[in-house]
C-alpha cells in the first residue's frame, strides 16, 4: 500500500503543482534550468559545435511563477540592467527538450524574446497567460509545435516592455526615448545578455528573434530592422508602423532612428542582411492596422526584408487571437532560423 500511494504522488505531483494545489505548489522555490552536475547537464562540458554558447555566467536566481503540465517551469528574476540602467522583471522558460534530452545537453537553443502589448508594466502576459476556451499558454504552444515539427524549440525571455504603467496614452516604443529609460537597450542588450549569462544559446543572429503584439508587436519589427546584426527573424501581431508615442516630440531625430520605415528602406539601400517578419492582423481589428501592415509590405517587403502575412478571419486585437493560429507564422520563421544540433 506504501509503494502504491508513493506512485500514485510521483504520477500527481505535475497535476498537483500545475493548479497549485497546497501542500503541492512549488510557486516561489528556486529553479534551475540545467541538468545537475555528473547527470550530463552543461557544466563543465564542451559545445556540442562551433555555434554553441555555453551559459557565460554569473547565474540568475529564478524563482518559479508556474509549473506546465510536462514538468517544464516557468521563472522569473529581477534584472538590474547593466547596459540601459533600467531594472526589471524578466520571464524565462525552457521546453523540457532543454533539460530532459541528453543528446542535446550541450546544444545550443534558439532564443525568442516574447513582448505583449497593452501595459507592459510590472507583468508579461505571454509568462503565464493561458488564451482560449481551452486555456493554453504560448509556452505549451510552443512544445506542441516542436513535437509536430513545425517550430524550433525556443527559449522563452518575456521581459517587461515598458518602465511604468501606460497611463494616459504614455508608452516607450520600446525605444531609448531621449530623458526616458532606455527600453531599447533592455530589449536589445540586456535581456539578451541575461539569456547569454543563464542558458546554452546559439552564437549567430540564426538563433535569436522577437515576437510581440500590438506595442510589443511593433517593438518586435523595428528591432529586427534596427539590429539586422544581432536579430533575424520577428513575428508582429497587430503591430504599429510608426513610433507614436507622445513621448519622441522634440525629438524627431531619434523617432526617424526608430521608425521601421526608415529602417526598412536602409536596410533595403545596403542591401542587407536578410530579415524576416511575420505579420498576423484580424479581419476585427482596427482597419488602419490593417492597412498600414499591407502598405509596409507593398513597399518595404522587397529585396532583403522579407515578409509573410497571415490574416485571421473574426480575430480581434489580442493575445487570444493571436496565438492560436500562430503556428503558422512560428513554423515561418523556424524555416530561418538555426536549432540544437544533437551531440554524436
Same mark, same amino acid.
Given at each position: 500500500?506504501?509503494?502504491?500511494?508513493?506512485?500514485?504522488?510521483?504520477?500527481?505531483?505535475?497535476?498537483?503543482?500545475?493548479?497549485?494545489?497546497?501542500?503541492?505548489? @512549488?510557486?516561489?522555490?528556486?529553479?534551475?534550468?540545467?541538468?545537475?552536475? #555528473?547527470? &550530463?547537464?552543461?557544466?563543465?562540458?564542451?559545445?556540442?559545435?562551433?555555434? !554553441?554558447?555555453? =551559459?557565460?555566467?554569473?547565474?540568475?536566481?529564478?524563482?518559479?511563477?508556474?509549473?506546465?503540465?510536462?514538468?517544464?517551469?516557468?521563472?522569473?528574476?529581477?534584472?538590474?540592467?547593466?547596459? /540601459?540602467?533600467?531594472?526589471?522583471?524578466?520571464?524565462?522558460?525552457?521546453?523540457?527538450?532543454?533539460?530532459?534530452?541528453?543528446?542535446?545537453?550541450?546544444?545550443?537553443?534558439?532564443?525568442?524574446?516574447?513582448?505583449?502589448?497593452?501595459?507592459?508594466?510590472?507583468?508579461?502576459?505571454?509568462?503565464? #497567460?493561458?488564451?482560449?476556451?481551452?486555456?493554453?499558454?504560448?509556452?505549451? /504552444?510552443?512544445?506542441? *509545435?516542436?513535437?509536430?515539427?513545425?517550430?524550433?524549440?525556443?527559449?522563452?525571455?518575456?521581459?517587461?516592455?515598458?518602465?511604468?504603467?501606460?497611463?494616459?496614452?504614455?508608452?516607450?516604443?520600446?525605444?531609448? $526615448?531621449?530623458?526616458?529609460?532606455?527600453?531599447?537597450?533592455?530589449? !536589445?542588450? @540586456?535581456?539578451?545578455?541575461?539569456?547569454?549569462?543563464?542558458?546554452?544559446?546559439?552564437?549567430?543572429?540564426?538563433?535569436?528573434?522577437?515576437?510581440?503584439?500590438?506595442?510589443?508587436?511593433?517593438?518586435?519589427?523595428?528591432?529586427?530592422?534596427?539590429?539586422?546584426?544581432?536579430?533575424?527573424?520577428?513575428?508582429?501581431?497587430?503591430?504599429?508602423?510608426? =513610433? @507614436?508615442?507622445?513621448?519622441?516630440?522634440?525629438?524627431?531625430?531619434?523617432?526617424?532612428?526608430?521608425?521601421?520605415?526608415?529602417?526598412?528602406?536602409?536596410?533595403? !539601400?545596403?542591401?542587407?542582411? @536578410?530579415?524576416?517578419?511575420?505579420?498576423?492582423?484580424?479581419?476585427?481589428?482596427?482597419?488602419?492596422?490593417?492597412?498600414?501592415?499591407?502598405?509596409?509590405?507593398?513597399?518595404? &517587403?522587397?529585396?532583403?526584408?522579407?515578409?509573410?502575412?497571415?490574416?485571421? =478571419?473574426?480575430?480581434?486585437?489580442?493575445?487570444?487571437?493571436?496565438?492560436? =493560429?500562430?503556428?503558422?507564422?512560428?513554423? *515561418? $520563421?523556424?524555416?530561418?532560423?538555426?536549432?540544437? !544540433?544533437? /551531440?554524436?
Amino acid at each position: 500500500m506504501v509503494v502504491y500511494i508513493t506512485g500514485l504522488g510521483l504520477i500527481a505531483w505535475p497535476v498537483m503543482t500545475y493548479y497549485e494545489v497546497p501542500p503541492f505548489t @512549488d510557486e516561489g522555490d528556486p529553479v534551475s534550468f540545467e541538468r545537475p552536475e #555528473g547527470t &550530463g547537464g552543461a557544466p563543465g562540458r564542451k559545445p556540442a559545435d562551433t555555434g !554553441t554558447l555555453m =551559459p557565460t555566467g554569473p547565474r540568475a536566481e529564478f524563482r518559479n511563477v508556474k509549473t506546465l503540465r510536462d514538468g517544464s517551469q516557468v521563472g522569473v528574476v529581477t534584472l538590474d540592467g547593466a547596459k /540601459s540602467g533600467f531594472k526589471g522583471k524578466v520571464w524565462v522558460w525552457a521546453p523540457k527538450q532543454y533539460k530532459e534530452d541528453p543528446k542535446l545537453a550541450a546544444s545550443g537553443f534558439p532564443v525568442m524574446i516574447a513582448l505583449p502589448g497593452g501595459a507592459g508594466y510590472n507583468t508579461n502576459y505571454w509568462s503565464v #497567460g493561458e488564451f482560449g476556451d481551452r486555456k493554453v499558454s504560448l509556452q505549451e /504552444s510552443v512544445s506542441k *509545435w516542436y513535437e509536430q515539427g513545425r517550430s524550433k524549440p525556443f527559449l522563452l525571455a518575456m521581459p517587461v516592455l515598458n518602465p511604468g504603467p501606460d497611463d494616459e496614452g504614455i508608452y516607450w516604443d520600446g525605444s531609448d $526615448i531621449p530623458d526616458q529609460p532606455k527600453m531599447g537597450t533592455w530589449l !536589445t542588450e @540586456d535581456v539578451p545578455n541575461l539569456i547569454r549569462a543563464n542558458f546554452r544559446t546559439i552564437k549567430s543572429r540564426d538563433g535569436w528573434c522577437y515576437m510581440g503584439s500590438s506595442t510589443g508587436g511593433f517593438a518586435s519589427l523595428k528591432t529586427v530592422l534596427k539590429h539586422p546584426d544581432k536579430f533575424k527573424t520577428a513575428i508582429a501581431n497587430g503591430p504599429d508602423i510608426v =513610433p @507614436d508615442s507622445p513621448l519622441w516630440r522634440g525629438h524627431e531625430k531619434e523617432k526617424a532612428q526608430n521608425n521601421p520605415q526608415v529602417l526598412a528602406k536602409q536596410l533595403m !539601400t545596403a542591401k542587407g542582411p @536578410d530579415i524576416y517578419i511575420a505579420f498576423q492582423v484580424g479581419t476585427e481589428e482596427n482597419k488602419a492596422t490593417i492597412g498600414g501592415v499591407k502598405k509596409f509590405m507593398a513597399t518595404y &517587403g522587397k529585396g532583403p526584408v522579407h515578409t509573410k502575412l497571415w490574416e485571421i =478571419p473574426g480575430g480581434t486585437h489580442s493575445g487570444a487571437s493571436y496565438l492560436s =493560429p500562430m503556428e503558422g507564422p512560428m513554423e *515561418w $520563421i523556424s524555416g530561418h532560423m538555426a536549432g540544437p !544540433t544533437p /551531440s554524436s
